[in-house]
């Protein structure tokens, strides 16, 4: 890893929290947002070091609070604990299965706004909850799982394109043989 995936992954959440607030065709279809930080979250926990997850819940959660009704810095802690518990066994995960990608995905886009809402709950703050929640919750969840498969193919074409991709074989083929008397008989 170098330098410039942790800028291709933050530059990722600042386009994703854009779209966010500005495309709204599927939040009147539906009555709820995709989060698309959580799918971010889970790309960065799986490919990259913890430094650049604590970077994406930082700078994607402090994005997404200042443009809504969150206070400020409300989303950064959901956003770290999802992203740490898997990069804690970002070893033991299968990151190039599309099923164990939906899995994280879904399950990523769930618990960040079920923490979120427990963080407010535990404040001073009243938000609205109600049976309606549990629809925006499965919506949520089954968006946030359904892109987070296309987020690593799509931020996995921006890194092998921009990266340098070291050679994968050397000049010498493992199978030839080489003779070393040249023709010699002792």
Known sequence: MN?????????????AVYLQSTVSFFRDFTGAQIDLLPTLVVYASLTTGITTV?????????????????P???SIVPLFVIGYA???????????EFSAQFAFGAL?????????LLILLSGNSNPLVGWGTIWQFF???????????LCFLILDRINRALNYQPA??????????????RGLKL
Do not use: Y
């Open 72 to 74: 400020l810095g409300v």
């Open 108 to 116: 990523a886009s769930l618990l960040t706004p079920l923490l979120t």
């Open 139 to 149: 919506v949520m969840s089954l968006g946030g799982g359904l892109l987070t498969p």
């Open 168 to 181: 994968a074989q050397t000049a010498f083929r493992p199978d030839r043989e080489i003779k070393r008397n």
């Open 86 to 96: 898997i990069h804690r066994f970002h070893g033991l995960l299968l990151r190039e």
């Open 3 to 15: 330098a410039l995936s942790p800028i291709i992954i933050l530059l990722a959440a600042f386009v």
């Open 54 to 70: 604590a970077f994406l819940a930082i700078f994607g959660g402090l994005l997404f609070d200042s443009l809504s009704a969150n």
